[in-house]
C-alpha cells in the first residue's frame, strides 16, 4: 500500500505545565510539556498556526488581533458614516475625510497619502475626486499641485461623526476602564510595528 504523505503544517502549542519533564523541553510546543501532565494543548489564538510555530506566536497573535480590528474598524467607521448622513462612502474615503478636515488647512493628496500611508496616490485621487462630488471637500491646483480642503458641509459631517463616536463608541471602550496613557502606549506600539512591516515589505519586494 502506498504511504501517503501528510500537508499538515506545524501548529504552535503553549506549554500550561509548572514544571520540568524528562526531555526537559518547556519551551512553547515542546514535547514534554502539557502532553506529560495530561493538561490539554493550548495553542495562542491565531488564524494561521504555522506561522505561529515559527519565532514569535505572540507577533502572530498580533497579527490576528489587527486583522480582526482592521475589519471591525473599517466596518464601523463605514456604518458611522451613514448614521452621519453620508451612507456609500468606503472607510477608505472616511479616513481620507477625517485627515482633510484634520486641524481645517489645507493639504496636499501626497501628503495624506503620506499620513495615511497609502502606497497607491490613486487611491487618494479617486477619493478626492468622490468626497468633492458629495461636496464634502474642495479643492484648488497650486502649480503642479492638487490642494485639498474640508467645506462647510464636510466640517458638519465629521462633526456629527464624533458626536456619534463620543455616544455609540467611548461608551463601550470606557467599560474596560483603560487609562489613556495605556492607550497611548498602544497606539505608539502599533505605530512602531508599521515601520517594521514597511521595512520587512520592502526587503521582500527585492526577492
Not at 20 to 28: E, I, K, M, Q, Y
Not at 32 to 40: E, L, V
Not at 52 to 77: C, D, H, K, Q
Request: neutral net charge; aromatic residues 4%; charged residues 20%.
Amino acid at each position: 500500500m502506498a504511504r501517503t504523505t501528510s500537508m499538515a503544517l506545524p501548529i504552535a502549542t503553549i506549554d500550561t505545565g509548572t514544571g520540568d519533564t524528562d526531555s526537559g523541553d518547556t519551551r512553547l510546543g515542546g514535547a514534554g510539556s502539557a502532553h506529560a501532565t495530561g493538561d490539554s494543548d493550548v495553542g495562542p489564538v491565531v488564524s494561521s498556526a504555522h506561522l505561529a510555530a515559527g519565532r514569535s506566536p505572540g507577533l502572530s497573535e498580533v497579527e490576528y488581533g489587527l486583522m480582526i480590528a482592521t475589519s471591525a474598524f473599517n466596518r464601523w467607521m463605514v456604518r458611522c458614516m451613514a448614521a452621519s448622513g453620508h451612507p456609500g462612502l468606503s472607510a477608505t474615503e472616511v479616513a481620507i475625510l477625517h485627515s482633510v478636515a484634520h486641524r481645517g488647512r489645507e493639504k496636499r493628496m501626497a501628503d495624506i497619502a503620506l499620513v495615511l500611508d497609502f502606497e497607491d496616490i490613486h487611491v487618494v485621487s479617486y477619493a478626492v475626486k468622490k468626497l468633492e462630488t458629495a461636496e464634502l471637500i474642495r479643492t484648488r491646483r497650486a502649480g503642479k499641485e492638487k490642494m485639498v480642503a474640508i467645506s462647510e458641509a464636510g466640517f458638519d459631517v465629521c462633526q456629527r461623526y464624533g458626536q456619534l463616536r463620543e455616544k455609540l463608541l467611548l461608551d463601550i471602550v470606557s467599560q474596560a476602564r483603560l487609562p489613556e496613557s495605556e492607550l497611548s502606549n498602544l497606539a505608539a506600539l502599533l505605530r512602531m510595528l508599521s515601520g517594521a512591516y514597511n521595512q520587512a515589505a520592502r526587503a521582500a519586494a527585492t526577492f
